[in-house]
């Protein structure tokens, strides 16, 4: 073959396919504009997973490096050389191969690719989680793998690239706010550690759509008399930071992010990753996150989406890159859902989101705030319900099992309804949500309030960067620590016992609405302090 040939221009060998377990995908909601076959001549890429040489505890026992994850938890020299002759054997393009994220990137025409996984692509237009309509490659069913791949390859994401996830967070015109907070106000309430500003800390922030304008971050922090901190805009497959072109939409998102932990650990690095919203995309800019060097403090996610509305393939693989981001040393932290413990569904039954019903996550669910900002007085906080869709998610995980850490925890009895089985409970952590006494930003040259748990993950991430500054170390799975009060109100948390998110209510200590409540982040620091 001269330099010059394509993978195309060969003769691709034939193989034998297996089943690949966890692929199958259900059709899109809200189809229309059935535009017939995708083009089998144009070039798209996809994401393949493949299996750990070497199961990873639930809880590490401290940060390992890179390199170290890669020689133990990584994939194996053998099985991914086996990927990649395979698959360049079969034509494909390997534009990436990655040990440590077990990850393999190829590209190659969709005739190709749909040969090789068994699959047929389509374009058309569906309903996106956020209610528009969008246009996008689409299949259904299971995938096949080569048959050489038989248990090595755990995922392929990216063929369908329907929108998987919606941004968490609620905007009202800054003239209906009740009450609403600027985040250094919303550090005093919740008594972030003093002396701390996020100096040599790094925060990661995942957007799957929008952008900022520096415009609008001047002007912002300008206002809050802070200097405009350090933000970085990163591309994940093709993602970009694309700013006014949604001001109702994901630009609130970001600006909510950057804002927010701007505001409240100003002296912190901040890197934005900007990825396509696909259950590759999202992949990746949790990689690309998390093995990043330095590797941040935390990552900050809002978007999310009910954990049905994924593959098992792709939960499966998100679920071990958040361990993998928790073994590195970053704490992530992630929206719980704005829809009640419904989570938006229309089956009548209850969901948790995803990413953050993931036990390797630190779920962020909502409060309804009343404090005097001047003091820092809470006088009232209860759980965000302004009804089904405008209230905290929260609730049971039906995939993931209790983790060690939870299981002491008699909330998952005493808040009825008691779920089938016990599973992972949501949220772990809370603050303000509600849009009516939420939180002062700008977007787009607009002065607005934005509530919603999307507030609550990077107001989270702030507090986890002024409290690793603060100790000099990373937390990783920070939730160990957290809950081992079991089923006493926790040490460093303001109790929410009022309130309910739909089925769930709250009470004293965890409950499935408010998690172990809002925290006081200079007792929090007492209590990392005190624990090696």
């Known amino acids: ?38 083009d089998p001549s144009r070039r798209i890429e996809a994401t393949v997973i493949l299996r750990r040489q070497e199961e990873m505890p639930e809880v590490p026992s401290a940060a390992l490096s890179r390199d170290e994850l890669a020689s133990r938890y ?23 191969s990655d040990a440590a994220s077990r990850r393999i990137r190829l590209s190659g025409t969709v005739e190709r690719m749909s040969s090789i996984f068994g699959t047929s692509l389509d374009e058309l237009t569906s309903r996106s989680p956020d209610g528009t309509a969008v246009t996008h490659r689409h299949r259904t069913g299971g995938l096949q793998v080569p048959a050489d791949l038989d248990g090595v390859v755990v995922a392929v994401l990216g063929l369908d690239d329907r929108p998987q996830a919606r941004a968490q967070f609620r905007a009202i015109p800054l003239a209906s706010a009740g009450t609403s907070y600027t985040p250094p106000q919303l550090g005093k309430i919740y008594n972030f550690p003093e002396g701390t500003d996020g100096t040599g800390q790094t925060v990661a922030i995942l957007e799957l759509g929008g952008g900022y304008g520096q415009q609008d971050l001047d002007t912002y922090f300008q206002g809050l008399g802070i200097a405009t901190p350090s933000v970085t805009a990163v591309g994940v497959d093709g993602g970009a930071n694309q700013p006014g072109q949604d001001p109702a939409g994901a630009d609130g998102e970001v600006l909510l992010d950057v804002e927010v932990v701007g505001a409240l650990a100003p002296k912190a690095t901040i890197v934005v990753y900007f990825a396509p919203n696909t259950d590759a995309g999202f992949l990746d800019a949790i990689v690309a996150a998390s093995h ?9 996610i809002s978007w999310g989406q009910s954990e049905d509305a994924w593959t098992a393939q792709a939960r499966t693989a998100f679920d071990q890159a958040l361990a993998d981001a928790a073994a590195l040393g970053v704490t992530v932290t992630a929206a719980a859902g704005d829809n009640g413990s419904a989570d938006g569904a229309t089956d009548n039954k209850d969901h948790a989101d995803f990413p953050a019903s993931s036990p390797h996550v630190l779920a962020c669910g909502g409060t309804r705030l009343q404090a005097d900002a001047a003091t820092g007085v809470i006088s009232a906080e209860t759980v965000w319900n302004d009804g089904p869709n405008s209230a905290t998610g929260g609730g049971y995980s039906d995939v993931f099992p209790v983790p060690s850490w939870q299981s002491g925890i008699s909330g998952h009895a ?15 952590v809370s603050g303000v949500a509600d849009p009516q006494t939420g939180y002062k930003v700008r977007v787009d040259g607009k002065d607005m309030v934005i509530g919603g ?12 960067a002024r409290l690793a500054q603060a100790t000099n170390r990373r937390f990783g799975l920070i939730q160990p620590l957290l ?4 089923n006493q109100p926790a040490s460093g948390f303001h109790d929410i016992v009022s309130g309910s998110n739909g089925s769930y209510h709250a009470g004293t200590g965890w409950d499935p609405c408010t998690g172990l409540g809002s925290p006081d982040g200079s007792a929090l620091l007492a209590l990392l302090q005190a624990k090696p």
């Open 1 to 38: 073959m001269s330099m010059q040939d394509t993978p195309e221009e060969r003769q691709p060998k034939e193989t034998q396919s297996v089943p690949l377990p966890g692929s199958d995908r259900a059709p899109a909601p809200g189809v229309r504009d059935v535009l017939g076959p995708v």
């Open 74 to 96: 990584g994939a194996s020299a053998a099985d991914l050389d086996l990927a990649v002759r395979t698959f360049a054997d079969l034509g494909l393009d390997v534009v990436e």
């Open 292 to 300: 990043a060097n330095p590797a941040p403090a935390a990552i900050s």
């Open 414 to 428: 005493k808040h009825k309804p008691a779920p089938k089985k016990a599973g992972r409970g949501v949220p772990d």
């Open 453 to 464: 748990t999307s507030a609550v993950a990077p107001l989270w991430a702030a507090l986890v």
């Open 483 to 486: 809950y081992q009060n079991g």
